[in-house]
């Protein structure tokens, strides 16, 4: 009977069962027929002592001089890669660097773009994977939320913005009327200087004039200068 997915079960044949990652110089039990990368059958090997082996697949019992390089087994894996690539280049998608099959996943985990055999390995194992289309999906409406976060945050910093600078305005309002206010107070109390100083140089001509022409009209001065010191006082309390 035909497999229903033949690329599916390509992509099967050229898989460590061991590492479920593609094979890397695969090794074949003459025994059972099971293949493994060449590094993960040796590791796996190097744990179990002498030379009576059983097959990390089916557990039947090999010999360790049984294991030999499956050459025929790499040009599976070359065909599974090939077909990974036209795929992608059909459908113009990127392809995995390790394993040229196009990027059609997302792990969750580890927030990268993966592929069908990615997925199968232990890296991954375990990990959440979607599809692309539904990561895409999923990061265009987070992008949406925080646009709409983004937006409302700063409406409410342009609120309090424009309440500040209403404040300062008022306050600037307030600080130039009372700056206008003692620009005609120093006028004002400037005027009353030069008044008192006019005054002031009277009375010393008078004091220079003879004793009977200060007499004649020594009220008007003195009452002038009174009248300008009694408003100097007022202004300066």
Not at 72 to 95: D, P, S, W
Request: glycine share 4%; charged share 25%; aromatic share 6%.
């Amino acid at each position: 009977m035909a497999a229903l997915n033949p690329e599916k079960s390509l992509q099967d044949e050229a898989t460590c069962p061991i590492c479920l990652d593609y094979f890397q110089s695969p090794m074949m039990i003459i025994d059972c027929g099971h293949n493994f990368c060449q590094g993960c059958i040796t590791q796996y090997c190097e744990g179990s002592p002498g030379d009576a082996l059983s097959c990390p697949q089916c557990r039947n019992p090999f010999l360790r001089k049984n294991l030999q390089p499956n050459r025929h087994l790499l040009n599976i894996v070359a065909l599974a890669k090939g077909f990974g690539m036209q795929r992608a280049k059909e459908g113009e998608q990127k392809l995995c660097e390790k394993h040229q099959e196009p990027l059609k996943l997302f792990c969750e985990e580890d927030q990268v773009s993966i592929c069908v055999v990615c997925d199968r390995s232990r890296v991954h194992k375990n990990h959440s994977v979607i599809p692309m289309e539904e990561a895409a999906q999923l990061y265009k409406s987070k992008i949406k939320n925080e646009r709409k976060d983004l937006v409302s945050e700063f409406q409410q910093l342009r609120q309090v913005l424009e309440k500040e600078e209403q404040l300062l305005l008022v306050q600037l309002e307030e600080l130039e009327a009372e700056a206008e206010k003692k620009k005609a107070e120093a006028n004002e109390l400037s005027a009353e200087i030069s008044h008192l100083d006019i005054l002031i140089g009277e009375l010393e001509k008078k004091y220079q004039e003879s004793t009977v022409e200060m007499l004649q009209s020594p009220m008007i001065s003195l009452t002038s200068c009174n009248g300008v010191l009694s408003n100097f006082s007022w202004t300066s309390s």
